[in-house]
């Protein structure tokens, strides 16, 4: 599976972003789905998360009531929708597939992973 995450750029305090997750060479719907960032100098971490069945989900505290995690079986493509952004928000965002249907905040559990994009929150 080749994933490849758009989306990311400039963005003001309290604005939205939505990032995008596209996936190649296989289908997801096996796949539970993870957003996950990393802000320089610290440590990659878990964002949010969507199973591969029943579209439940699972948000890091931070983040939970201002971003969204979705997907779309069809188009094969996985969503992040990030609103009331913050400036701790800003980081490279990755998406990642895990094997099973049940989400995992372990980066360790994650066996593809996309190429990140930049999100960078201004005040």
């Known amino acids: 599976v080749q994933l490849q995450a758009s989306g990311g750029g400039l963005v003001q305090a309290g604005g939205s972003l939505r990032l995008s997750c596209a996936a190649s060479g296989r289908r997801l719907n096996t796949y539970s789905m993870g957003w996950f960032r990393q802000a320089p100098g610290k440590e990659r971490e878990f964002v949010g998360g969507?199973?591969?069945?029943?579209?439940?989900?699972l948000y890091v505290d931070s983040v939970k009531g201002r971003f969204t995690v979705s997907r779309d079986h069809a188009k094969n493509m996985v969503y992040l929708q990030m609103n009331n952004v913050k400036r701790e928000d800003t980081a490279v965002y990755s998406c990642?597939?895990?094997?099973?249907?049940?989400?995992?905040?372990?980066?360790?559990?994650?066996?593809?992973w996309g190429q990140g994009t930049q999100v960078t929150v201004s005040s």
């Open positions: 969507i199973s591969s069945d029943d579209g439940s989900t």
């Open positions: 990642a597939a895990s094997s099973g249907p049940w989400i995992s905040p372990t980066v360790a559990r994650y066996v593809y």
